[in-house]
């Protein structure tokens, strides 16, 4: 049960060629965005970054233990 077409397009010629010359982007960027960023993550520059961004973050979680502890013995000591 289609309707019927009563009126046409009218597409000038200038927005006809733009169309014409317009590249749709293609699965194969996505694919070599992936293998590019693949490749990154072996990076030995990028390891020593993300190997000392995870020592510091141990560092201060250690010294955060550390001085909770710290306090616990002044405090155990200070109320005896």
Wanted: glycine content about 2%; aromatic content about 6%.
């Amino acid at each position: 049960m289609d309707l019927p077409v009563t009126q046409t397009a009218q597409v000038d010629a200038q927005s006809e060629e733009w169309f014409a010359s317009y590249a749709e982007p293609s699965i194969e960027p996505a694919n070599q965005r992936r293998r590019i960023q693949h490749r990154r993550s072996r990076d030995p520059k990028r390891q020593r970054i993300r190997r000392t961004h995870r020592l510091n973050t141990l560092m201060m979680v250690a010294s955060v233990v550390l001085v909770g502890a710290m306090t616990a013995c002044f405090y155990a000591v200070l109320t005896r």
